[in-house]
């Protein structure tokens, strides 16, 4: 495969060729932020969260889904991305009901560690508090869609990993939402394997394990690239 | 089906022609007024009146002065009449009109500016030809250019056609219509597709439903010579549910070619084979964006996805993929029989050929246009349109729908075309273009256009799916007297954040319509904003409250 050399925020870099940006940021050790992107399954674009500054490109694009490309010059961390960053996670805080104090996963919440790391001290914009419902049917585990940011990655775990195809996002805008099956209770799902890999991936406390109080969800993410990575290059070890 | 079969169905249609036709429009705007009422009482009247011999009455499509509709075309001796805003009860006065004699209905002028300055190659057929009958196509020349292209053409000489031609995407983002044909056909894959968006949804606009009510098989014969340029076999045309009349029509339209073999498998018995399916939108105004449009096709949630990989390298189901508007692929036969250069002969140097608008709003004559690029924008409203009505005065022409802007009445002299409506912060869009008169509050526009992005954003990207909900929330803060210039401020950096960080065309383009108003109209704004009380004008401290003593 061949390589290709190119600058992130200045550094030159060598990649492999179909590598993504992000792929190629991370191996460099330069963090990028991200919310959707959840290693183990394809990445979706959605959360605009890694958006980069590409020389010569007029559009900001989405480190995830940008293979590298000879000779680019990326920008990662400009002043202008950060106000960008911060300006998306006060539109999340505003959107729906993400009260940390009150959280299962609070202290292990992703959503909350972007806020501390972009500097995201308050929201400017109105609180819309909608009133969303919190599904605890499940015999195991229970969604609270106030917690919901629809990064998509359990609808992704669901059919990409498990197989299962339970979960699915149904509504647009605004109003979309989480479902099970065809928008039934979850715990009146068939077709739930009960195997908990949405609850691994989700993000924030919006998916978890019943009986846990505040700050005691802890999602473990490492389990589910480990079943990828065993499955695609049939090695079983666990993702460093 | 060969050359010589075309022929002989035409000349067979022209020789069975009556002397007298009356060309009822039976488009959905007129039907909505009862045109088949209309059209059966004017059946019934010649036969009453014994001209049954003489007059046919054929079921037409759009004639464009759609708000003087319903209308009944007449052509007699050579000599074209209009009438209009006819009602069932005046068919025995104009079946005996045509005897000699006075009609009691409206007389419409065919030389009046709204046509006089039109030049028709998209509708160049609508409501002459009756869109139900592939002889009525085929009798005035109908898919001889796709007969041309499959016998005497290879796949890129009609690419080189077209991309000589300067056509340029008529959808919205007029991408060269040539460059995109040439990277399907080079793209590498066995199966490729034609996709047709279909999916009109700007509020205010109807050109493709038009197109496709009127003339579907012009349609249909773009589709078929784009594929046997790119080297597809399958084709889909993906038309919004809110179009049951174009349905109904493409599905006749398609099942009559194919019995001619003018679809389908062998095509003028060469080795061509092209087949054409209906797909029908679920009403999500974001699937004529062509991924998602895509996705929509496949049987998925209609949600956009990153690009690239671009359709024509990676589209449906992975495969190369062709996917143009309606309105493109009705320019192609005319390229194709007349040549590319005489296409690029009409229009800027930029921006060739004609655009169909769908003129609305607060104006005199509405209905639909058909124009070559550069006219000025002033002779579109002025003397096409009529300017407002009831004496008001004209103070902005939104083009582009809700992706679009505001165009204030002091730049009326722009030319239409690509370039100068993006100079101005608007787009050519697909053709809506909503003239808006001056009692018109530009801060509600603003709201409304705001409004429908809202409803109609998939959810996908977060910029869009929430950043939305918050401009509308502060429009309409500030429309209720409510906002501070605080509000202002953040409402702008809300619109420069979702232009610049959303997934796709419709969050890109979702701020344009603040954006323009803004900048046109920005003191409407600030009429409305009240003193703030954090302000640098108090001290940037809160005002101590009253202290009240009893």
């Known amino acids: 495969m061949a390589a290709k050399t190119l600058t992130i925020d200045g550094k030159l870099i060598s990649a492999e060729e179909g590598a993504t940006v992000l792929q190629t940021a991370t191996e460099a050790g330069i963090k990028i932020p991200t919310l959707c992107h959840l290693a183990g399954v394809y990445d979706v674009g959605a959360c605009r969260l890694c958006i980069v500054e590409i020389t010569g490109v007029a559009k900001l694009l989405p480190a995830c889904t940008t293979k590298v490309a000879e000779g680019m010059e990326i920008q990662t961390n400009s002043e202008r991305l950060r106000k960008y960053r911060r300006l998306i996670l006060e539109l999340l805080f505003a959107e729906r009901n993400h009260v940390c104090a009150v959280c299962v996963s609070n202290g292990h919440c992703e959503l909350q560690t972007l806020a501390y790391s972009q500097g995201m001290e308050h929201v400017r914009y109105d609180y819309t508090f909608p009133k969303w419902g919190v599904d605890t049917t499940h015999r195991l585990f229970g969604m609270d869609h106030n917690r919901c940011v629809l990064c998509t990655r359990c609808v992704r775990v669901c059919w990409h990993i498990e197989g299962a195809g339970t979960k699915n996002v149904a509504g647009r805008g605004g109003k979309s939402k989480i479902i099970t099956d065809l928008n039934q209770a979850w715990g009146d799902s068939v077709s739930c394997t009960e195997c908990g890999k949405c609850v691994m991936a989700c993000p924030t406390g919006a998916l978890f394990q019943k009986g846990s109080t505040v700050g005691e969800m802890e999602h473990d993410r490492d389990k589910l690239e480990f079943i990828t990575t065993a499955r695609e290059k049939k090695q079983w070890v666990a993702a460093d | ?550």
């Open chain 2, 1 to 550: 089906m060969q050359l010589d079969d075309l022929i002989a169905i035409a000349e067979k249609h022209k020789g069975s022609r009556k002397k007298i036709i009356v060309r009822t429009c039976m488009s959905a705007g007129c039907m909505s007024s009862q045109a088949d009422v209309i059209k059966k009482n004017l059946e019934t009247e010649a036969r009453l009146q014994g001209l049954e011999a003489d007059v046919e009455v054929r079921r037409v499509g759009c004639m464009g002065f759609c708000g003087q509709g319903p209308l009944v075309g007449v052509d007699q001796n050579g000599e074209h009449n209009l009438w209009e805003f006819v009602k069932p009860e005046d068919a025995p006065s104009i079946i005996s009109a045509l005897k000699g004699g006075a009609c009691r209905v409206q007389r419409g002028d065919p030389k009046h500016p709204f046509f006089a300055k039109q030049m028709h190659i998209v509708r160049a057929n609508g409501g002459i030809v009756d869109p139900e009958r592939i002889e009525d196509y085929i009798a005035i020349g109908g898919y001889l250019a796709l007969h041309h292209a499959l016998t005497e053409l290879q796949p890129a000489q009609v690419v080189e056609e077209v991309t000589k031609s300067g056509l340029r995407g008529r959808g919205d983002a007029g991408f060269p219509t040539g460059l995109k044909w040439g990277t399907v056909a080079k793209s590498p894959g066995a199966k490729k597709y034609i996709v047709c968006n279909g999916d009109e949804g700007d509020p205010g606009a109807f050109m493709d439903r038009s197109v496709l009510e009127s003339d579907p098989h012009i349609v249909l014969e773009g589709m078929a010579i784009a594929a046997y340029a790119v080297g597809a076999d399958q084709g889909y045309l993906y038309v919004r549910a809110e179009y049951p009349l174009a349905i109904s029509r493409l599905q006749i339209a398609i099942k009559q070619a194919k019995q001619l073999g003018l679809l389908g498998a062998g095509i003028f018995e060469s080795p061509f084979s092209f087949n054409v399916d209906i797909r029908i939108g679920a009403g999500a105004f974001v699937c004529g964006e062509e991924t998602a449009l895509m996705a929509s096709v496949e049987g998925k949630r209609g949600t956009p996805r990153p690009r690239p990989p671009f359709p024509a390298e990676s589209g449906l189901w992975g495969c190369p993929t062709l996917i143009n508007n309606v309105e493109t692929f009705a320019n192609i036969s005319a390229i194709i029989n007349r040549g590319g250069d005489w296409y690029a002969g009409i229009g800027t140097e930029k921006s060739k050929g004609t655009k169909v608008f769908a003129l609305t709003g607060k104006i005199k004559n509405n209905g639909l246009i058909e124009v070559p690029m550069g006219i000025p924008l002033r002779q579109i409203v002025e003397e096409m349109g009529g300017g407002a009505p009831d004496g008001r005065s004209i103070k902005s022409v939104q083009t582009g729908g809700p992706s679009g802007g505001c165009i204030p009445a002091n730049y009326l002299d722009t030319p239409v075309d690509y370039e100068s409506l993006t100079k101005l912060g608007s787009i050519m869009g697909s053709g809506g273009m909503v003239v808006m008169d001056d009692s018109t509050n530009m801060v509600e526009i603003a709201k409304f256009y705001m409004e429908f992005c809202m409803e109609e954003s998939c959810g996908k990207c977060i910029p869009c799916r929430a950043g939305t909900v918050q401009m509308f929330n502060l429009l309409e803060k500030i429309t209720r007297r409510q906002a501070t210039a605080r509000d202002l401020a953040k409402l702008e950096e809300l619109c420069d954040m979702v232009k610049n960080t959303s997934l796709c065309g419709l969050g890109q383009t979702a701020p344009n319509p603040v954006i323009s108003t803004l900048k046109f109209f920005r003191k409407e704004y600030e009429e409305l904003l009240q003193p703030d009380p954090f302000g640098p004008a108090a001290g940037g401290a809160p005002l101590a409250p009253e202290r009240v003593t009893k």
